[in-house]
């Protein structure tokens, strides 16, 4: 087993010369195994610091658990931390399974003991029958090609020395030194997915392949490196298709549907992990209908994703966002000349000689000044808004001209529509109206200009 835990070391360049490490150790095989093997790195010099949590789930066990770890800590002579946590109380406050709201405290208690001990390295006790248990529940799930790359030998600070290590090749090497190790008891209970993966489905697929923990673990192998070469690839046309919006990611519709679709896929998963900072709940099937409806020839329309994400497509473009943000009604006054910020918003208004009129720029706009009042009016569009284009004398319905320029409907209640006296003067960054254009260039003008993007 060390033999293998040191090849995996190796490998992945999983350590470097005197580095501090946290080893997250629930006193089970798995993690006293890599404790004992860890610690026994002698040519490294690591610094080890023992973190064990209670995740006040199992009662007296867990204290037992606790004892254990801490006395094994401080036998080897290593600094041990202790946390505990009500994961039940977290699971109904959060609507998590008690298995993610535990892991999800699990890994900030980490954090914590990371950040005090000012340690480099988190170091977990995920063995080959893991990564193994993992490709089965995720394709039971229905996860693409990344789902399936299974967990990663490293992944930024955390390092998994036994992810080339069968669990009962951990066991051997306990009992032929004599280190004793405590169960998890709901290690044995099928109320979990993993545990029925773990004894009731790898124990039926053996019998078609014994080596079937071996075949899944290089199978996730295999659909990493893949993975990771599509992904530098999709990623290479990221800033060719979306643009960055304040939090959101506008699409360029034309330059997605060039890309090939395994790139596709990819890109798609990138963006909505740019959202969530995470492709949790996400699966293939999430991923394969949203390319199918960004391909479609419906001119537009949305997809919903979990976790409130959500897709919208109109005319050549297309917005990856949270439904919060879909629509959102704003209405602000600007009192007078100056800069006035807004939520999602910044105006400068100025007065100014007309021979300095940069009218190349969208973000500026010029106006009479005696046709405006103070206080103007930023606002969203609004039912039977109507306007007269510059250029025409005639008024428009607002809707009819957002039509006439293809402006997708997800866009059209975030354009700020500045008015004076009740009449729209300017659909910022857009056009002006006509009524309020610059006439007698001898005179000064009113300037006005979005320093924030107009459609953000």
């Known amino acids: 087993m060390l033999a ?36 026994g790195l002698i040519d490294y010099g690591l ?30 002579g290593l600094t041990y931390v202790y946390g505990e946590v009500d994961s039940l109380k977290y699971k109904e406050e959060h609507g998590l399974s ?7 405290l699990r890994y900030k208690f980490f954090d914590q003991v990371l ?43 955390i390092i998994r020395p036994l992810i080339e290590t069968s669990r009962s090749d951990i066991e051997e090497y306990l009992r032929s030194k004599g280190i004793k190790w405590v169960e998890d008891s709901t ?14 489905l790898i124990v039926e697929l053996k019998q078609y392949n014994p080596q079937i923990k071996d075949t899944l673990a290089r199978t996730a192998d295999i659909l990493r490196a893949e ?9 290479k046309h990221f800033e060719n298709v979306f643009s960055l919006n304040g939090s959101e990611l506008i699409g360029d519709l034309k330059n997605y549907k060039s890309i090939d679709k395994p790139l596709r896929f990819s890109l798609l998963r990138a ?27 419906t001119a ?54 007309s021979d300095t009129l940069d009218e190349n720029d969208e973000s500026v706009a010029y106006f009479d000044p005696e046709t405006v009042e103070f206080p103007i009016e930023v606002r969203n569009f609004r039912a039977g808004d109507r306007f007269c284009p510059l250029g025409m004398n005639d008024s428009k319905k607002l809707q009819d001209y957002f039509t006439d320029i293809k402006l997708p409907k997800f866009l059209r209640s975030r354009v700020p529509i500045f008015s004076t006296k009740g009449e729209i003067m300017w659909l910022g960054g857009i056009r002006v109206d006509n009524r309020f254009k610059v006439i007698d260039r001898e005179k000064e003008v009113l300037k006005m200009k979005l320093v924030r993007p107009s459609l953000s």
Request: overall charge negative.
């Open 271 to 297: 963006a909505i992990e740019k959202l969530n900072s995470s492709l949790k709940n996400i699966s293939s099937v999430h991923i394969v209908s949203a390319d199918d409806f960004l391909l479609s020839e």
């Open 300 to 353: 537009s329309g949305e997809i919903e994703f979990p976790d409130e994400t959500i897709i919208v497509k109109g005319y050549d473009s297309f917005l990856a966002t949270k439904k919060s943000e879909l629509e959102h009604e704003f209405s602000y006054l600007i009192q007078s000349e100056g800069r006035w910020g807004f939520p999602k918003l910044e105006v400068e208004v100025s007065i100014l000689k």
């Open 47 to 76: 610094e080890l610091i023992v973190a064990h949590l209670n995740h006040g789930i199992r009662g007296d066990e867990a204290k037992r658990d606790a004892d254990f770890v801490k006395e094994t800590a401080k036998s080897l």
């Open 187 to 200: 290690n044995e209970s099928n109320e979990y997915l993993r545990n029925k993966i773990r004894h009731d």
């Open 4 to 39: 293998k835990v040191t090849k995996t070391l190796k490998k992945y360049g999983m350590l470097r010369q005197g580095e501090k490490v946290v080893l997250g150790v629930s006193g089970g095989a798995d993690s006293i195994a890599m404790l004992h093997a860890l610690d």
């Open 227 to 235: 993975d990771e070469f599509i992904t530098s690839e999709a990623l």
């Open 98 to 104: 008690v298995e993610d709201a535990a892991r999800t």
């Open 115 to 157: 950040s005090k001990h000012y340690a480099t390295k988190l170091a977990t006790a995920h063995t080959l029958d893991d990564q193994a248990e993992t490709v089965l529940m995720r394709l039971i799930r229905g996860s693409g090609s990344k789902g399936l790359s299974g967990i990663p030998p490293i992944s930024k600070n």
